[in-house]
């Protein structure tokens, strides 16, 4: 089992990437591999590992799916009382990573994080399917319950009290990671991939350099 598992390795080969063909702006081509990944029909092409630490340091990784990108950053929404949450809380820091093994391609982000404003949760919160907004209430996240039961009664509550309008609970919104690094990983042959990073300088130009796979 243990050597079949040492044995599992892929060869890439697909695609490159090279300092001519980039932009000098990286959500410019986050914008531009983000509409061939959803071209490529990848599913949950949105999902994302989003890592999150304490104060003391102790990492703590899941994925969320990406709401929304423009030139400030990248937004998820969540449970601001999650686990997470209070991360965010002590330590308003994350990682971003996407995944998309049908490109052969991986994008890192880092940066600093924020909490949206209530009206732009609000909005999201909004367009969501109701059972999806009675979820938000029904779910303590990342609390211990004591079975899957105290949540079917807290679905059947809260559709009672939320027979006009069910409005956004004040714990449940979006958060905006607003990069300072983005790296773009391109799968190459023999381990030889291609690596560009770009970091945000004090002017707020950024600096691309090209780093060892
Ligand atoms: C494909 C996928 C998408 C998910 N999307 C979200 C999301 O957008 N927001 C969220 O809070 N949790 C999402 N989750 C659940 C999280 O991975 C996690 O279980 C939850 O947020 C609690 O994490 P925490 O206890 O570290 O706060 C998703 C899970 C998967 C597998």
């Known amino acids: 089992m243990k050597k079949n598992i040492a044995d599992l390795r892929k060869d890439y080969r697909l695609k490159t990437l090279n300092e001519e063909d980039i932009s000098a702006d990286p959500v410019e081509q986050f914008t531009l591999w983000w509409g061939e990944a959803v071209a490529s029909e990848i599913e949950e092409v949105n999902a994302m590992t989003l890592a999150t630490a304490s104060k003391e340091g102790l990492p703590s990784a899941r994925i969320v799916l990406l709401k929304g990108f423009n030139e400030t950053g990248f937004i998820f929404f969540t449970n601001y009382n999650s686990y997470k949450g209070k ?7 994350a990682a971003l990573i996407f995944f998309w093994k049908e490109l052969e391609r991986q ?24 059972g999806s907004r ?15 039961a105290v949540i079917e009664e807290n ?23 607003k990069p300072d690094i983005i790296e773009f990983w391109q799968g190459r042959s023999n381990r030889l991939h291609d690596r560009i990073q770009y970091t945000k300088q004090n002017n707020g130009n950024w600096k691309i350099v090209r780093l060892a796979p």
Not at 87 to 93: A, D, E, M, R, Y
Not at 138 to 143: G, H
Not at 155 to 174: A, E, L, M, S
């Open 87 to 93: 991360q965010l809380q002590v330590n308003p820091k």
């Open 107 to 130: 994008i890192r982000i880092e940066g600093k994080v924020e909490k949206i404003t209530a009206k732009d949760s609000d909005e999201y919160f909004n367009s969501r399917p109701a």
């Open 134 to 148: 009675i979820g938000a209430w029904a779910s303590p996240q990342s609390n211990i319950i004591e079975n899957r």
């Open 155 to 177: 679905v059947k509550k809260y559709i009672d009290d939320f027979r006009q309008h069910i409005p956004r609970p004040p714990y449940w919104g979006g958060y905006i990671v």
